[in-house]
């Protein structure tokens, strides 16, 4: 167990729709990153947030958002989901000090039927 | 921004044999390449690191290499085992904040 809480595991849903994914990062970390992993393209990079402010953008869809709170959980909203946007989802977070060496949460499985 | 690709794609290899995975980058001002390994239906895990002023890590049957001049490292497993089978994935990212590019990806596959 790395500490980094997601939830939920699996969420299944319509085209259209929007969910919210949510982490928390392991106490004391304060950087929270989201990735996304599919099939053909690996672990990519969405947007990383450091004590609640944004730090880092990656590809990221304008579809998507996301915010870190004030107790450093962090939620990444996705809306007018596609069936593209099926995937694993993975939070991070990292220690103070070593922003690089992530831990990875267990992931939300996301189902766009 | 860093580009990291990542060959091959899937290895297969027989217990007790070496397996190696490549991995090269882009930017010159990487200075830090992590794997990490994922089991099937489980979250990546890093299992070794290396940074750019060192040219060799070991850690018991696992190794990285760097070549610096050439942008080219390497994740070596010595005497493999069942358990080892999972998706390995190589990453870069320069110093401070910088974010991690991963490489696609390695699925290893070691047959009893």
């Known amino acids: 167990d790395s500490g980094v809480t997601q939830t939920p595991k699996h969420l299944i849903t319509a085209t259209g729709q929007r969910v919210t994914l949510r982490c928390s990062p392991r106490s004391g970390d304060l950087s929270v990153y989201w990735y996304q992993q599919s099939l053909d393209q690996g672990l990519q990079f969405l947007i990383q947030?450091?004590?609640?402010?944004?730090?880092a953008k990656g590809n990221i869809l304008e579809r998507f958002s996301a915010q870190q709170f004030p107790d450093l959980h962090s939620e990444l909203n996705l809306s007018s989901l596609e069936l593209g946007d099926s995937a694993l989802y993975f939070c991070?977070?990292?220690?103070?000090?070593?922003?690089?060496?992530?831990?990875f949460g267990s992931g939300t499985q996301l189902s766009v039927l | 921004g860093e580009n990291v690709e990542q060959h091959p794609s899937t290895l297969s290899v027989q217990e007790g044999d070496s397996a190696v995975i490549k991995c090269t980058y882009s930017?010159?001002?990487?200075?830090?390449f992590p794997w990490y390994k994922q089991e099937l239906g489980k979250r990546p895990q890093l299992i070794i690191d290396i940074r750019s002023n060192v040219g060799e890590k070991k850690d018991q049957r696992i190794a990285v290499t760097l070549n610096k001049t050439a942008k080219h490292f390497s994740l070596h497993i010595t005497e493999t085992q069942p358990e080892d089978s999972a998706v390995y994935f190589c990453?870069?990212?320069?110093?401070?904040?910088?974010?991690?590019?991963f490489g696609k990806g390695t699925m290893l596959l070691v047959s009893p």
């Open positions: 991070a977070s990292s220690v103070e000090g070593t922003p690089e060496k992530l831990f």
């Open positions: 930017d010159s001002a990487s200075n830090y």
């Open positions: 947030y450091y004590n609640g402010e944004e730090r």
């Open positions: 990453a870069a990212s320069s110093s401070g904040y910088s974010t991690l590019t």
